[in-house]
């Protein structure tokens, strides 16, 4: 997804310089779009003045901060687009408050073809002042951008997204199943459930290619196994639980440990086959 929102801020031209962890991917986004692919992420983070990340997980944001964090630009500002714990994006905001830099929060959601079109949903949480300048910039890769309170609490408002997807990826997978042991025209079924109470983001975008046995494109199964342990992880900090959460993190679980994990999360639909055939 990152490729594609940072193409979207080429082609604006609000794009300097980028950096990947591989080195391949970066050299050939820099060639697609006539921008310069640092050497290194201290050459990368010198003099800029806002800094977007997209990494996959909690540690790869520590890990980024940490390293970049001696070179920041004072007043310069990290906005970080990766799905990690309110707790992480907490921490961060007060690690670089020392240079003195900002942190702003901006996980996304809307998957692959989002970012592709440029129509993500963003969720911010930071300095409201700070996340007014950076603004315009967010608005180059999303159709909708919400600010959701100090730092964290866009990281927070993910994980209540996350729970949602989770929870219409178990019933629409386990749904669709259902309705292959019934026999039912497929793409009939798909057109009437997406006309009525029945319509998702999910059925829309995946129904079809769930039912065709295609699993290859869109967020991977593993990243969402990873977004559930951190729902879960905070429903216990607060003295909650969160069943459905704890069924799709089980559920996921099993996927990845058959070897599933970079399949579409619409890839669930192989274990509800298996529960409709018992």
Request: charged fraction near 20%; glycine fraction near 10%; charge should be negative.
């Amino acid at each position: 997804m990152g490729y594609y929102m940072a193409g979207h801020m080429a082609a604006s031209g609000s794009l300097d310089r980028v950096w990947n962890r591989s080195s391949g991917t970066a050299d050939d986004f820099a060639r697609e779009f006539d921008v310069t692919a640092a050497g290194s992420l201290e050459v990368f983070a010198d003099g800029l003045d806002v800094i977007f990340l997209c990494v996959s997980n909690d540690a790869a944001v520590a890990e980024l901060v940490a390293q970049i964090s001696p070179g920041l630009k004072p007043g310069a500002v990290i906005v970080d687009t990766s799905t990690v714990s309110p707790a992480t994006a907490k921490s961060m905001s007060l690690q670089i408050q020392s240079v003195p830099a900002q942190w702003i929060d901006a996980p996304v959601s809307g998957g692959v073809e989002g970012a592709r079109k440029g129509t993500l949903a963003v969720m911010s949480g930071g300095d409201f002042a700070t996340f007014e300048r950076i603004l315009p910039l967010l608005q180059i890769f999303a159709d909708q951008v919400v600010y959701m309170g100090p730092a964290g609490s866009g990281q927070a408002a993910k994980v209540i997204n996350q729970v949602i997807v989770a929870g219409i990826a178990e019933t629409v997978c386990e749904a669709l199943a259902l309705a292959e042991q019934l026999n039912l025209p497929q793409k009939h079924l798909i057109q009437i459930l997406a006309g009525g109470a029945a319509q998702s983001w999910f059925l829309q975008h995946r129904g079809e290619t769930m039912l065709a046995g295609e699993f290859k494109t869109g967020f991977k199964l593993s990243l969402l196994l990873k977004d559930l342990g951190i729902c879960n992880e905070l429903a216990h900090d607060l003295n909650t639980v969160l069943p459905v959460t704890e069924l799709a993190q089980r559920d996921y679980s099993q996927l990845v440990a058959e070897g599933d994990g970079d399949n579409d999360i619409s890839g669930l639909i192989r274990l509800k086959r298996r529960l409709t055939l018992n």
